[in-house]
């Protein structure tokens, strides 16, 4: 898309959506969104990239192939539930350690690691396919 | 020493398989000293199994346990009679010489995958006889077929050998499933998966239906008409592999499961009268199809037929004395044909043919091959006092009782019988006597690792014959009575009854074999032109059946998958529609739809908007336009949500719509259409007319549902343990990584197969002309999501 006012902004926006994007994912536990939309999200952004700067420029900026990323959300994700193997308990059973840093409560959980699989996913799977159709635009 | 016989049982059917894995790692390090180093894992266990025949042939019964899946009742259970050790014995002892043998046999042919092969066979062999379990048998049955398939096709780059393995895997591992539905059907009858506690199945409604599977997989495993066919194929396989697995020991896994499931089915007329018929068709038929040969391998497949047959026909006449001549001549047999395979892989190998039409006077250069043929031959002709003998002797003597079907089943024993000696005089006589005829490789003796098997077990026949008392102590009787399910006492003694009906009977044979062997060559074309008026052959039907499954196949795949995208849209849809709403009118569920509206003045704006945008889709003249009035109209319902409190749904819906948008207009600029779209009238009434029964059946749907009572059970239970268990305060989201963490698990896996499976249309499309690309919609996943969070 040949606009310069798109090409300058879209850096930014892809930046401040990204963000979001992470925000959206890790407040999911207690608030609206998640991995899902947090991953959603983070899709568009890389859309939005590709379709101001060409897919070719989205594609190095990622440095792996989007389908990779997913691949490696299933794989986070299935070994968050794996953990469990560890403690002798079920398949996917949540596990939860809260750190205190001057007061301030940071949970971490396989839940929250899973979710962060599901995030991979959805982000790479759909990242994948709007670059592969952005290829073509250009009529390459 | 005497072994415990849990370390013997490790030994014999574990070992092979740990070496097996080695084969090739040995190989490289010995190179062609392989064969002597793998041939020492049988002897190992050829001399754990002798250590506990001192016990079984003093009648007692050995079984081993493993766990297995104790949650599922399975036992890996193992059990040592006499049976069970005649068969791992024979497997064990002729198994050392035959990897011997292969050694030198293909010297530098991948030598190293081709022992491993042998011993992961030897291994499954080991546990097929000495299982318990029905379920190990199973699995060990059809571990022999997959590595008889690898064997076959062990030189995979003749289409010969390919045909032949695909061939031998499917008819055997057909047999296997019957062998498996069996195996259920026992459990289902007895309770237990241990065959030793099955007991007697015989009074069962559904004893016909077992004595239908058991035989349909001996049969199959055991090449009996009218399976026999892949046999002869199998002949393909290098010949050590037809010695062993195709004369000695994985063939007759199927004589060895008629024989372990004797006690429990057998003693019934449709079980024996069915063994005898099957069996002795079997016989005449190999036997006969024998004298129409002249390549030295197909000979011997064609009398390992009828050995078969000759084995099946004992075990249904199922006597006593019957029972102990199929003991007798499954060793008999084991010990002569392995040997004449090996001297005809060591003729082949020393001349460079296998015709024997065209080999003469090898007993100069090749005279301890000649010795080892001598031995072997004597015994399939049947001459005193060899062990060969004694069995003939002693399945004559078991059928000269007079009954009708005896007698029949006699009339084909000598018949067989002197075919298979005739073919056992032409086996010696026309390759060593006579002149020396030229071959492509001037002759020449193998080596000792090929001749240690025949000459062995050449003598080994001869002394059994000798102390036929020994033998039957020590394995006959055992096996007999493990067969039986009786104690058995050994009633063999060397000598000959002069006077007794069945040495008339051999001598017959004998008479009528050198007769034969006189006209073969007569036999021989007669049988040629018979087979060329025939025309038609098993192995031919084989191909019918194949190639007719395949069409079948291929016509059911190309009516299903005819490769046009509108229709499989159109069948989707109707389908759908027909799923909505089938149930609820068929179940008198239609709805009776809302009395009153009272909707707020927003919300008759957003409904309003979203029939906006749906009417604009179908006005719209241009595609791109219609692309975004489905936004438009998703991003209405996505408020819709927001406005009935369901923000995780109308956040979700809100980005699916802006990325469906996005992604279909991509497809749209890809596929290169027109702006409008314009179709004839037909299509446009077919698909709008699906559209709206479509909206309709959901309309329906959507209003069954609300007009039931609401389900609050789930959403109490969320809400009441969503904090305290799983630590989160958006339930929507806790279900999804938490309560349901499975389900997500698996619908991400889809997500990215999706992925995957949309790159790769997008890429086939790109190689071909870009048109036939599917509208690629990311919504699928998402509003099964949201369907999901809306039971939250």
């Given at each position: 898309m040949n606009s310069l006012i798109f090409r300058t902004i879209a850096p930014l926006l892809v930046a401040v959506m990204l963000v979001f994007s992470v925000f959206v994912l890790l407040r999911g536990h207690n608030e609206p969104g998640g991995g899902f939309i947090g991953g959603l999200i983070a899709a568009s952004a890389l859309t939005i990239y590709g379709m101001a700067m060409g897919a070719g420029a989205a594609r190095t900026a990622l440095q792996l192939h989007p389908l990779a990323y997913a691949g490696f959300g299933v794989a986070l994700a299935a070994l968050a539930g794996a953990l469990s193997i560890v403690f002798d308990v079920p398949f996917l059973t949540g596990l939860w350690t809260i750190f205190e840093f001057d007061e301030v409560e940071v949970a971490i959980s396989t839940p929250m690691v899973f979710d962060i699989g599901v995030y991979f996913v959805v982000f790479g799977t759909i990242a994948a396919v709007a670059l592969a159709l952005e290829d073509e635009e250009g009529g390459a | 020493m005497e072994a415990t016989p849990a370390i013997a049982i490790a030994l014999v059917v574990l070992l092979p398989f740990v070496a097996a894995a080695l084969a090739p790692l040995v190989h490289r390090l010995v190179g062609d000293l392989a064969g002597w180093v793998v041939a020492l894992v049988p002897v190992a266990g050829f001399i754990a199994l002798w250590g506990l025949l001192g016990r079984v042939s003093d009648g007692e019964i050995i079984t081993i346990a493993w766990p297995w899946a104790p949650s599922w009742g399975l036992e890996l259970s193992f059990l040592v009679d006499g049976l069970s050790l005649t068969f791992a014995l024979t497997i064990a002892g002729i198994g050392a010489f035959i990897l011997l043998y292969s050694g030198a046999y293909l010297k530098g042919h991948k030598q190293g995958r081709f022992l491993g092969f042998l011993l992961a066979f030897m291994g499954a062999m080991q546990g097929l006889v000495l299982a318990d379990n029905l379920v190990a048998l199973y699995l060990f049955w059809e571990l022999t077929s997959v590595a008889s398939f690898l064997l076959i096709g062990f030189d995979h780059t003749r289409q010969a050998a390919r045909r032949a393995a695909i061939q031998a895997l499917l008819v055997t591992g057909f047999g296997g499933l019957a062998l498996l539905a069996a195996g259920v059907t026992i459990y289902t009858i007895s309770g237990g998966w241990d065959l030793s506690a099955a007991?007697?199945?015989?009074?069962?409604?559904a004893y016909p239906l077992l004595v239908g599977l058991v035989l349909l997989a001996a049969f199959t495993k055991s090449a009996q008409?009218?399976?026999?066919?892949w046999l002869p194929n199998a002949?393909?396989?290098p010949t050590p592999v037809s010695a062993y697995l195709?004369?000695?020991t994985m063939v007759q896994g199927g004589v060895y499961l008629v024989a372990r499931m004797t006690p429990h089915l057998g003693g019934e007329a449709i079980w024996n009268l069915t063994l005898m018929a099957f069996g002795g068709a079997t016989l005449l038929w190999g036997a006969i199809a024998a004298?129409?040969?002249?390549d030295l391998k197909q000979l011997l497949a064609q009398t390992t037929l009828a050995s078969l047959g000759l084995l099946m026909l004992l075990l249904g006449a199922g006597t006593e004395l019957a029972v102990t001549a199929a003991v007798l001549y499954f060793i008999a047999h084991a010990l002569y044909k392995a040997g004449l395979f090996l001297v005809a892989g060591a003729i082949d190998h020393g001349t460079g043919t296998r015709d024997i039409t065209m080999l003469g006077g090898l007993r100069d250069p090749m005279t301890l091959s000649f010795i080892g043929t001598i031995m072997a031959s004597a015994a399939m002709f049947g001459l005193p006092p060899l062990i060969g003998f004694f069995a003939k002797e002693e399945m004559y003597a078991a059928l000269a009782i007079g009954q009708f079907e005896s007698l029949l089943a006699l009339a084909a024993l000598v018949l067989g019988n002197a075919l298979l000696g005739a073919i056992g005089l032409a086996l010696l006589i026309k390759p060593f006597m006579g002149q020396l005829l030229p071959t492509p490789i001037e002759p020449h003796e193998a080596p000792v690792a090929m001749l240690a098997g025949p000459l062995v077990m050449g003598v080994l026949g001869i002394f059994l014959g000798f102390v036929p008392t020994l033998a039957g102590q020590l394995a006959v009787a055992p096996a007999t009575s493990a067969i039986l399910g009786v104690p058995v006492e050994t009633h063999l003694k060397f000598g000959v009854d002069l006077l007794g009906p069945a040495f008339w009977l051999s001598v017959a044979t004998w008479v009528l074999a050198i007769g034969l062997f006189l006209r073969l060559d007569l036999a021989r074309s007669l049988l040629r032109r018979t087979a060329t008026a025939i025309g038609w052959s098993f192995d031919i039907g084989f191909d019918w059946v194949y190639f007719g499954i395949v069409r079948v196949a291929g016509a059911v795949t190309r009516l299903l998958h005819h490769g046009r995208l509108e229709l499989y849209l159109f069948l989707v849809f109707v389908l759908l529609v027909v799923a909505a709403i089938g149930p609820l009118w068929l179940l008198d569920g239609l709805p009776r739809g809302p009395q009153t509206l009272d909707l707020r003045f927003y919300e008759w704006g957003l409904v309003g908007l979203a029939v906006l945008g749906v009417v604009t889709v179908v006005y719209a003249r241009s595609r791109l336009f219609a692309i975004l009035a489905l936004g438009v109209q998703g991003l209405a319902v996505a408020l819709l949500y927001l406005v009935f409190g369901a923000p995780d749904l109308s956040f979700t819906q809100f980005m699916v719509e802006i990325l469906s948008v996005v992604i279909l207009a991509l497809v749209m600029i890809r596929l290169d259409l027109d702006t409008a779209d314009r179709r004839p009238l037909e299509d446009w009434a077919r698909d709008g007319g699906v559209a709206l029964l479509g909206g309709v059946a959901v309309t329906m749907l959507l209003w069954a549902v609300i007009e039931g009572p609401f389900d609050l059970r789930l959403s109490t239970f969320f809400n009441a343990h969503s904090v305290p268990i799983a630590h989160g305060h958006n339930v929507v989201n806790v279900i999804l990584v938490d309560f349901r963490g499975l389900d997500t698990l698996g619908e991400i896996s889809v997500v990215m197969t999706a992925g995957i499976a949309i790159l790769a249309l997008i890429r086939g499309a790109r190689r071909q002309k870009p048109v036939e690309v599917a509208p690629v919609e990311p919504g699928p996943q998402p509003k099964r999501r949201a369907a999901r969070k809306a039971v939250a």
């Open positions: - | 007991g007697d199945l015989k009074g069962h409604l008409l009218p399976f026999h066919f002949m393909e396989a195709h004369s000695a004298l129409r040969q002249t």
